[in-house]
């Protein structure tokens, strides 16, 4: 196993009275796409903006290359930042600049390239998805699949040391769905990224998985690799990647039972 | 009392929001591009309602007045009269009221719903200090506008108002524009008003941006920041006119 990219020790973040996540330990190796799987709700996405520190935990600690995320200066986490790719679930294209600009965004931020520096790398990273031809067009003009293969070009221009991807299976065509799970699988081995997918899409997460990672009510409840969660006999681990509706994860949301509830609306 | 704690943790935010944007600007000096974009959507295109209404409030404005100041045949001041009221008064206010309700919603909603489709996280996450690159432009565009559409609303009421009082009320042209001449200091009227319109640009545009940012990111959150936008500065608006017309001539 290569060295941890990423460390979580002990984390603990609530929203209110609402507790998310109670003492996660987590790594990330270096290398691999490592799955972050669990039900709705249960605290994936937050977990990739305390990973991005954009969220401060309550107790805790996330390492990330090294640097202790929620310690840095501002300048320090920006500087961390740029070395991070994120992939949105809306693809948060900016609505006021066509493709080329979106992609050219952060080029033009944080570099002091030429004009036509910059559009040569904008071009490849749109050949890269397959997009190059729709450079000129608006964010409203994409179809959900080409705003994300669009956002996942923006997410490598800086050429990142690892990308998160948010829920990028997420209301996807097949056709588009399987686009976007070959260039996650064909970018991560060809730009020696490291990966981490936060998503609930069993079938297409785990075909391109080295690591999975499954959270529900606020711990991790299984971990390993892929392999590892496949034959696994964990009543977590089927019901999740069994969809099976009852289980550990309760189907009903907890609270009064029906009896009390009517009862109450009686009295 | 959690109604007051609420309220009182917003300003807190707000203040601290707004030593964030005034800690941005001076770098927008140097992309001042940013500001011209903004200068263009938050101004220029306020400028056609703000134009209208200045002309239909001056030539109202005329109308008024003419027929009380002609029960004591002192028509020849209604020029003065129509610049002192638009320039002291009604130029800053109204189209400051007015510019809370064009510009100021639309910015909120941008923001807003920039929030809402997380354009916002992602230029975080691009190490981009969104309050630097799109919430200080809109402010100083806002600041930077105002004054310039009171200004606008004045000049013209005043022309809609000669309109209505030489030409079609028959008031002596030169009467008109000599008491205005005369009577209408720079200091005391010209100046107090501008005054008030920078102060106006700064309090509506800091709402506005604010709202937007700390909105609710659902639909119904938008909808909301917007309303209070427009609901909030035009309650600041009249309220900071009462007392800087206090301050500046007691």
Sequence with gaps: ?267 | MKGIIHILARLGRGSIFLTKILSGIPQLFLRFSLVVQQLYSVGVKTLFITMVAGLFVGMVLALQLYYTLSTFGATDTLGMLVDLSLVRELGPVVAALLFAGRAGSALTAEIGLMKATEQLSGLEMMAVDPVDRIIAPRFLAGFISMPLLAGIFSAVGILGAYSVGVDLLGVDSGAFWSQIQAKVDFYDDVFNGIIKSIVFGFIVSWIAVFEGYDCIPTSEGVSSATTRTVVNSSLAVLGMDFVLTAIMYQ
Aim: with cysteine.
């Design chain 1, 1 to 267: 196993m290569t060295q941890a990219l990423i460390q979580i020790r002990n984390l603990h973040f609530s929203r209110g009275q609402n507790k998310i996540f109670d003492g996660i330990d987590m790594d990330i190796h270096v290398g691999r796409i490592t799955a972050i799987m669990g039900p709705s709700g249960t605290g994936k996405t937050t977990l990739l903006k305390l990973i991005g520190g954009q969220l401060r935990p309550d107790d805790g600690e996330i390492i990330v290359d090294g640097l202790n995320v929620h310690q840095l200066s501002r300048s320090e986490l920006y500087k961390l930042r740029k070395k991070m790719g994120m992939l949105f679930q809306s693809g948060a294209l900016l609505t006021d600049l066509n493709v080329f600009e979106n992609i050219a965004y952060p080029l033009r931020e944080h570099t002091n390239l030429s004009e036509s520096m910059i559009r040569s790398m904008v071009l490849i990273k749109l050949q890269a998805v397959g997009l190059s031809t729709a450079h000129g067009l608006m964010p409203a003009q994409l179809s959900g699949g080409m705003a994300r293969r669009v956002a996942l070009a923006r997410a490598l221009a800086l050429d990142p040391m690892m990308i998160m991807y948010d829920e990028p299976f997420t209301g996807q065509d097949p056709i588009s769905l399987g686009v976007l799970v070959k260039l996650i699988c064909e970018t991560n081995k060809a730009l020696k990224l490291t990966s981490i997918v936060v998503s609930h899409d069993v079938e297409e997460t785990l075909s391109i998985a080295d690591d999975v990672k499954i959270i529900s009510q606020g711990k991790v409840v299984a971990q390993g690799t892929k392999k590892e969660m496949e034959n696994s006999d964990s009543a977590w681990v089927r019901q999740f990647l069994d969809g099976q509706a009852d289980g550990p994860v309760p189907f009903h949301y907890p609270g009064d039972s029906i009896e009390q509830q009517l009862l109450q609306d009686v009295r």
